[in-house]
Each structure stands twice: as C-alpha cells, then as structure tokens.
C-alpha cells in the first residue's frame, strides 16, 4: 500500500517515506523514546518506562505537547537530523511521574504525524519499527492521528517484519546495494546533490 511511511522510533524517531515512483524522503521527526527514557530515569529511578506502564497511569498535559510541537525544528522542511540532546526536558517540568511519560509519548507520536506536512503526499500505511514500537501509547496515539485522514498503524511484525532485526536488514540491504554499485543515499534523504553509492568492500 504505497504511499507508506516506515518510522523507526528509536532515542530519536525518523521516517522514510516510500512513495508510489520515484526517490524515497527520509528525515528525522523528533524525539522518540530519549525523553520519556531521560524523564522516567530522573523522576523514577528506572531506565525505561516498559510497555508504557508509567505512562498508562497518566494523561496527556495538551499544553505541555503544544509548547513541544513550537519548536522551529518542525517548520523545517527535510532532509533534517536531530542529536539526542536537541530536546530536554525543561518544558514537562513539574508535571507528575505519569503525567510526563503519558505525555512525552504523545509528544513523540505528535512529532511523527507532523511529518506530513513536509512530505509529497499523506502515506496511506505507516509501519513502525524499533524500540518505540513497544510503547502502546505512541503507537496508539499515531493510530488514533493517522485515522484521522483514512491511514493504517501496524507494527513492523503486523508486516511481516522482524521488528528487533529491522535495522540489521536494512544495513545489509546497503551493504548489497553498495557491492552492486546502486545509490544508498539521494537528494531527498541526505541533501547529497545527487543519488550516490558508498562504502569499500572488505574481503577476508
């Protein structure tokens, strides 16, 4: 179902749109799990909030998403990239332990949805990959924001996909297509002038 949009939502989320011909666009949408993780650590004393147990004792603080979302970073068009360090925590200050995972799930699901608005076309199908796939709030809240234009959530296994091995498979997906000499990286996903191979081929 093309367009669709593969989203990996890691410390940082990125998506790569794959529209119905042409060059792919990919670029980075905003914080994936690197505040919900920084903000249970400091204000629980846990790594992660596993399966969004934290953050289902909570709700959206809507102010808190909005102030998040006015960024200048999401009015740039792509090819962009985000550090870890980007976005912190100072605007969820002083909300309640739940309260701020609940609500920084939010905001890493609002972030991604916001994609569209610097894509070719809304994607109809958007597959999520990496950690953040196991959050049920951020999946859930792209699910609840997709439907609203008649698009479809499924995680990277409701696909077929190995949702652990993802990133693995597509380095190895380069690593033929640089062996083949076929481009890895384009205009629209890089800002490179134009679409180029890379890397050296290392025999034993």
């Known amino acids: 179902m093309k367009p669709a949009v593969f ?47 934290i953050a289902s004792e909570g709700g959206v603080v809507t102010e808190v998403v909005a102030r998040y979302l006015d960024n200048p970073f999401f009015a740039e068009a792509g090819p962009k990239s ?38 070719p076309e809304a994607p109809k199908l958007w597959i999520v990959c990496g950690g953040g796939r196991k959050n049920p709030h951020i999946v859930g809240d792209l699910r609840a924001g997709a439907a609203r234009s008649g698009a479809e959530v499924v995680v990277a296994e409701d696909a077929g996909l190995d949702g652990d091995a993802t990133e693995a498979e597509a380095w190895a997906y380069l690593a033929v297509r640089s062996v083949l000499g076929l481009p890895l990286t384009f205009p629209t996903t890089t800002g490179c002038r134009e679409p180029v191979s890379g890397g050296v081929r290392a025999d034993p």
């Not at 909300?95 to 610097?118: F, P």
């Open 82 to 119: 985000l550090d870890r360090n980007d976005f912190t925590l100072a605007i969820a200050e002083g909300l309640e332990l739940a309260d701020g995972a609940r609500t920084l799930a939010n905001v890493s699901a609002e972030a991604i949805l916001k994609s569209v608005e610097h894509l």
């Open 7 to 53: 989203v990996n939502v890691g410390g940082i989320s990125n998506i790569t749109y794959v529209p119905q011909a042409g060059d792919p666009v990919a670029f980075d949408t905003g914080p994936g799990n690197t505040l919900i993780d920084q903000w249970v650590s400091r204000e629980g004393g846990i790594p992660f909030d596993a399966g969004g147990a």
